[in-house]
């Protein structure tokens, strides 16, 4: 696919690289097959593997039907689970590359704690999934389907799980939840109370010896930071360590030469603590630059994933720590936007983040972080920057993003647009409401709003505002009865008093991006286009108010962004950033084709156009955060 109807594909993607790298790492894995060396992370933008010690990462998405990932576990023969924030739960017997979902009761769906693979995966194709919920789920045909496997225990919210390495004798498990901890002798087909159900603290982790056959030791963590031991199979347990750290305990790692050297380390907030007795005593090892939410290990070699600072990598068993991150990365960006030459990028979590020189380094903004999480942007000025933080209200920036001044205490506002003369500006709400500002938004009122009671998912300004006095709302309606969810596109021709409805689409999406064409001078706002679900609408501008709907990729994947450069009905090229790569039409949207020469990523949530002027390049921002460009001239 080219760029224009007369390019040849002759120009490529450039990778710029990422905002940031880093982001939560939910849960982690190392490879048990020494013929593929490989590290695994979850994310909540998929998987990610490095298949040279950490040095490197790539991002793992194909055939993942959400990226939003909680947990992840290699079984002893490399097969892969991971289990998602929506109770989803996939498997990948090629060691990461591609995924396949597994069929789980929507009735047991629940966010995934923790997974976990058989020891004897490859006789028994069995693994298990604790949720927060959904109680202990169990999948005995490798993945294919999952069903419950909590009976026995009184709880749906399992915190975590463990499981004795060798079952040639005893299939031994254990399963902490809000009422105790649980054991199970026959792979988790039947449950039982240990003697810690009488304990008033909450497990949120458990490790097993190596040699359980022979010690019968497990350890149990709590979320108020107490160490329990227990050397007899659970019957009985100790208190080994009160307040252990500054925090919850976890997780827990139990080294495999646990025998001779005795050792255990646990992730107790930020700190990494050390015992080379069992756990009788600690020390403080390291403390990392974020709360510690995994630990996993291979000898000497363990990882931790981190909130918000990717994974660290320890090879002396957890006394030292190095940032193993560059190239990961999972943040949360939303969407891009040029603004006075520089490309900025915003996230509910991130903030707002600048790009200092063109292709150089990232900075993140201060003075937004009480107001976070971020739900709303209208980023087109340099003077005159808007944000919306959903508990606090519009922000206001006069410098560039370099301070911020609050200017309307009202919550849930997630639409922002601004005028192209600066002055004029419209917030949307979740609850319908819509706003106005006639002073480049230093002061808010109320107006009026032709979707009470509609959620408000985006506002867009006809460029050409001065003269058609154009403004369109993008609107989700929930569905009632036998009436699907649906997506509806309003328009105002006198600068937001009236209102029509234009166009609805059915979809359980809970956006609308609203784009008018670029390069446009006659009758821009009558040529908008927008991207909602699977699908790109276009107006059929030769009957009155009839829009056409298209599906952009033929897979079904979500079109997060849209942007048209050109007269729509005379050769306006279209792009869609989407689930499954970038898409470009040379035909108005009637058709589409993949535009992937030179990407390097599957997923992308955000494309825009930025130049002097006239367009000059593409900048398309992937899922995680790592931005390409794709020069249109030259």
Same mark, same amino acid.
Request: some cysteine; aromatic content about 8%.
């Given at each position: 696919?080219?760029?224009?109807?007369?390019?040849?594909?002759?120009?490529?993607?450039?990778?710029?690289?990422?905002?940031?790298?880093?982001?939560?790492?939910?849960?982690?894995?190392?490879?048990?097959?020494?013929?593929?060396?490989?590290?695994?992370?979850?994310?909540?933008?998929?998987?990610?593997?490095?298949?040279?010690?950490?040095?490197?990462?790539?991002?793992?998405? $194909?055939?993942?039907?959400?990226?939003?990932?909680?947990?992840?576990?290699?079984?002893?023969?490399?097969?892969?689970?991971?289990?998602?924030?929506?109770?989803?739960?996939?498997?990948?017997?090629?060691?990461?590359?591609?995924?396949?979902?597994?069929?789980?009761?929507?009735?047991?769906?629940?966010?995934?704690?923790?997974?976990?693979?058989?020891?004897?995966?490859?006789?028994?194709?069995?693994?298990?999934?604790?949720?927060?919920?959904?109680?202990?789920?169990?999948?005995?045909?490798?993945?294919?389907?999952?069903?419950?496997?909590?009976?026995?225990?009184?709880?749906?919210?399992?915190?975590?799980?463990?499981?004795?390495?060798?079952?040639?004798?005893?299939?031994?498990?254990?399963?902490?939840?809000?009422?105790?901890?649980?054991?199970?002798?026959?792979?988790?087909?039947?449950?039982?109370?240990?003697?810690?159900?009488?304990?008033?603290?909450?497990?949120?982790?458990?490790?097993?010896?190596?040699?359980?056959?022979?010690?019968?030791?497990?350890?149990?963590?709590?979320?108020?930071?107490?160490?329990?031991?227990?050397?007899?199979?659970?019957?009985?347990?100790?208190?080994?360590?009160?307040?252990?750290?500054?925090?919850?305990?976890?997780?827990?790692?139990?080294?495999?030469?646990?025998?001779?050297?005795?050792?255990?380390?646990?992730?107790?907030?930020?700190?990494?603590?050390?015992?080379?007795?069992?756990?009788?005593?600690? $020390?403080?090892?390291?403390?990392?630059?974020?709360?510690?939410?995994?630990?996993?290990?291979?000898?000497?070699?363990?990882?931790?994933?981190?909130?918000?600072?990717?994974?660290?990598?320890?090879?002396?068993?957890?006394?030292?720590?190095?940032?193993?991150?560059?190239?990961?990365?999972?943040?949360?960006?939303?969407?891009?936007?040029?603004?006075?030459?520089?490309?900025?990028?915003?996230?509910?979590?991130?903030?707002?983040?600048?790009?200092?020189?063109?292709?150089?380094?990232?900075?993140?903004?201060?003075?937004?972080?009480?107001?976070?999480?971020?739900?709303?942007?209208?980023?087109?000025?340099?003077?005159?920057?808007?944000?919306?933080?959903?508990?606090?209200?519009?922000?206001?920036?006069?410098?560039?993003?370099?301070?911020?001044?609050?200017?309307?205490?009202?919550?849930?506002?997630?639409?922002?647009?601004?005028?192209?003369?600066?002055?004029?500006?419209?917030?949307?709400?979740?609850?319908?409401?819509?706003?106005?500002?006639?002073?480049?938004?230093?002061?808010?009122?109320?107006?009026?709003?032709?979707?009470?009671?509609?959620?408000?998912?985006?506002?867009?300004?006809?460029?050409?505002?001065?003269?058609? $006095?154009?403004?369109?709302?993008?609107?989700?309606?929930?569905?009632?009865?036998?009436?699907?969810?649906?997506?509806?596109?309003?328009?105002?021709?006198?600068?937001?008093?009236?209102?029509?409805?234009?166009?609805?689409?059915?979809?359980?999406? $809970?956006?609308?991006?609203?784009?008018?064409?670029?390069?446009?001078?006659?009758?821009?706002?009558?040529?908008?286009?927008?991207?909602?679900?699977?699908?790109?609408?276009?107006?059929?501008?030769?009957?009155?108010?009839?829009?056409?709907?298209?599906?952009?990729?033929?897979?079904?994947?979500?079109?997060?962004?849209?942007?048209?450069?050109?007269?729509?009905?005379?050769?306006?090229?279209?792009?869609?950033?989407?689930?499954?790569?970038?898409?470009?039409?040379?035909?108005?949207?009637?058709?589409?084709?993949?535009?992937?020469?030179?990407?390097?990523?599957?997923?992308?949530?955000?494309?825009?156009?930025?130049?002097?002027?006239?367009?000059?390049?593409?900048?398309?921002?992937?899922?995680?955060?790592?931005?390409?460009?794709?020069?249109?001239?030259?």
């Amino acid at each position: 696919m080219s760029a224009s109807k007369g390019d040849s594909q002759t120009k490529r993607w450039e990778y710029r690289g990422p905002i940031s790298t880093g982001g939560t790492v939910f849960s982690l894995a190392i490879s048990p097959v020494p013929s593929v060396p490989a590290y695994w992370a979850a994310t909540s933008c998929g998987v990610f593997i490095s298949r040279d010690g950490g040095q490197t990462w790539a991002q793992s998405l $194909r055939g993942l039907t959400t990226p939003l990932l909680s947990a992840i576990g290699v079984a002893p023969n490399g097969a892969l689970f991971a289990g998602a924030l929506d109770g989803d739960l996939f498997v990948s017997l090629d060691f990461g590359l591609t995924w396949k979902a597994g069929l789980v009761p929507q009735e047991l769906k629940a966010t995934v704690t923790a997974v976990l693979a058989s020891p004897k995966f490859s006789e028994d194709g069995t693994a298990f999934a604790a949720t927060d919920g959904g109680g202990l789920l169990a999948t005995r045909n490798s993945g294919n389907s999952w069903e419950d496997s909590s009976f026995g225990i009184g709880d749906a919210t399992i915190l975590a799980v463990a499981a004795a390495p060798d079952w040639s004798r005893s299939e031994t498990m254990f399963a902490a939840t809000p009422d105790g901890i649980f054991i199970s002798r026959n792979g988790g087909r039947a449950w039982r109370e240990t003697g810690f159900t009488e304990a008033e603290e909450t497990v949120s982790a458990l490790a097993v010896s190596p040699m359980f056959d022979q010690d019968q030791t497990v350890f149990a963590g709590t979320e108020e930071g107490t160490l329990y031991r227990s050397r007899d199979g659970g019957r009985r347990w100790e208190a080994l360590q009160e307040n252990l750290g500054q925090g919850p305990i976890n997780c827990l790692w139990v080294a495999p030469d646990f025998a001779e050297s005795r050792r255990l380390v646990a992730g107790v907030g930020a700190e990494v603590l050390i015992s080379t007795d069992a756990g009788e005593t600690w $020390r403080p090892a390291a403390r990392l630059p974020g709360t510690i939410l995994s630990l996993t290990g291979d000898g000497p070699v363990l990882l931790a994933g981190l909130y918000d600072a990717g994974v660290w990598k320890s090879t002396d068993g957890g006394e030292t720590w190095a940032s193993i991150s560059t190239g990961l990365a999972a943040r949360g960006f939303a969407s891009l936007a040029s603004v006075g030459g520089r490309l900025y990028a915003i996230g509910p979590q991130e903030g707002l983040w600048r790009e200092e020189a063109s292709g150089g380094p990232w900075r993140r903004l201060t003075g937004l972080d009480a107001y976070l999480p971020l739900s709303g942007r209208a980023l087109h000025r340099p003077d005159n920057l808007l944000v919306a933080g959903q508990e606090h209200g519009i922000l206001r920036s006069t410098d560039g993003g370099e301070t911020w001044a609050l200017v309307c205490e009202r919550q849930n506002v997630q639409a922002l647009a601004l005028a192209p003369d600066g002055l004029l500006a419209w917030a949307g709400t979740a609850d319908g409401q819509l706003l106005a500002s006639r002073d480049g938004g230093q002061t808010w009122q109320e107006a009026g709003t032709p979707a009470g009671g509609q959620e408000i998912l985006s506002i867009a300004v006809s460029p050409a505002f001065a003269h058609d $006095r154009t403004l369109f709302l993008g609107t989700h309606i929930p569905g009632t009865g036998n009436t699907p969810a649906r997506v509806a596109l309003w328009r105002s021709r006198d600068g937001g008093e009236t209102w029509q409805q234009l166009t609805t689409q059915t979809t359980d999406a $809970r956006w609308v991006d609203i784009a008018m064409p670029i390069g446009v001078l006659d009758e821009v706002a009558s040529q908008a286009v927008l991207a909602t679900g699977a699908y790109c609408l276009r107006p059929l501008r030769r009957a009155k108010d009839v829009w056409i709907s298209s599906r952009v990729d033929p897979k079904g994947a979500n079109v997060l962004s849209v942007l048209a450069i050109g007269e729509i009905d005379h050769g306006a090229v279209l792009y869609a950033a989407t689930g499954n790569g970038i898409f470009a039409s040379i035909d108005s949207g009637r058709t589409w084709q993949p535009f992937s020469e030179g990407l390097g990523a599957d997923s992308f949530i955000s494309i825009i156009a930025a130049g002097n002027g006239q367009p000059e390049a593409l900048y398309a921002l992937s899922l995680g955060g790592i931005v390409w460009r794709y020069a249109l001239n030259g």
